[in-house]
């Protein structure tokens, strides 16, 4: 008997990593008008911000239903095995509560953990849980470690425009017309499972250096994951923010992992976004 971990697509964990990580997938679906489509299935993150940018309107994602999460649970449970089902945060979505609805059909042999993010705050919840199964952990303390980390994931991202806040209606035209004539970059964090404004800066250069001044303030424990994302159709704002921010990683890692920011977050912030994400520090066992 193992002990196996079901991510929803959330984490931006596409279908060939999941394999990769010995993980199950569950996608969550995206709609572009009558067009339906299961987010890192048969729609990568490239393709999401290709149809993106040329919408008029915002996509809509849809939670993940309790007969779903079942119909990957069974299998796995029949195999003998005990399960691990990390979701986005309840904050964003119901998807952690119909996780609950389907595991409680299985007893003691499946248990949902909210882990209060997403994105690659969801993605390095679920490389720890991975790490404790490797280390031998029983899946009860898998999880009850698992619920003390989260609390210590730090998701801080710096957005490159307004326009996707504004379609969503998390602020005002006028807002946004102001926001983009002055060039503001707004910084947002995932604060308490949901996601908030934290700082304003005026053009990118001074976006990025806020978003390293509030990374540097919470400290990011190196023995625990981490990593950057970035959102759009190609890595340039990546690489210009990984050298504004060399002095965060120099001598403590060789190279930086980062990921392509996917459907959930990607919806909102639009392409041109750059977020770090890490466990602060004193957080591993």
């Not at 199950?24 to 009558?34: A, K, N, S």
């Not at 679920?126 to 009850?144: F, H, M, N, T, W």
């Not at 004539?181 to 990118?204: E, Q």
Request: glycine share 10%; with cysteine.
């Amino acid at each position: 008997m193992a002990i196996k971990i079901v991510i929803d697509s959330a984490s931006d964990i596409d279908l060939k990593e999941a394999e990769a990580l010995g993980v199950t997938l569950i996608p969550m679906e995206i709609q572009f008008g009558d067009e339906k489509y299961e987010d890192g299935v048969n729609l990568t993150h490239e393709q999401f911000f290709e149809k993106l940018i040329e919408s008029a309107e915002l996509p809509k994602t849809s939670q993940i239903n309790p007969y779903t999460f079942e119909e990957k649970f069974a299998p796995l449970v029949e195999e003998g095995h005990e399960v691990i089902a990390i979701t986005i945060s309840s904050k964003l979505s119901g998807t952690f509560r119909n996780a609950q609805t389907a595991a409680k059909k299985f007893g003691n042999q499946v248990t949902a953990v909210d882990s209060l993010n997403a994105s690659i705050g969801e993605r390095l919840l679920c490389q720890y849980a991975l790490r404790l199964i490797e280390d031998g952990k029983s899946a009860q303390e898998i999880v009850s470690l698992l619920n003390e980390a989260k609390k210590k994931i730090n998701l801080i991202a710096v957005l490159d425009t307004l326009k996707y806040l504004k379609k969503g209606g998390r602020i005002g035209a006028l807002t946004a017309f102001a926001g983009e004539m002055l060039s503001i970059k707004p910084v947002i964090g995932i604060i308490d499972g949901a996601v908030k404004l934290i700082g304003k800066a005026i053009g990118s250069k001074k976006g990025n250096n806020l978003l390293n001044t509030l990374v540097r303030e919470q400290g990011i424990d190196f023995t625990m994951p981490y990593g950057v994302i970035w959102s759009g159709l190609d890595d340039s704002m990546l690489l210009k923010y990984l050298k504004d921010s060399e002095h965060l990683w120099r001598y403590q890692t060789d190279s930086v992992p980062s990921y392509p920011i996917g459907s959930t977050i990607g919806t909102h912030i639009g392409p041109g976004g750059i977020g770090v994400a890490f466990f602060s520090e004193e957080c591993g066992e």
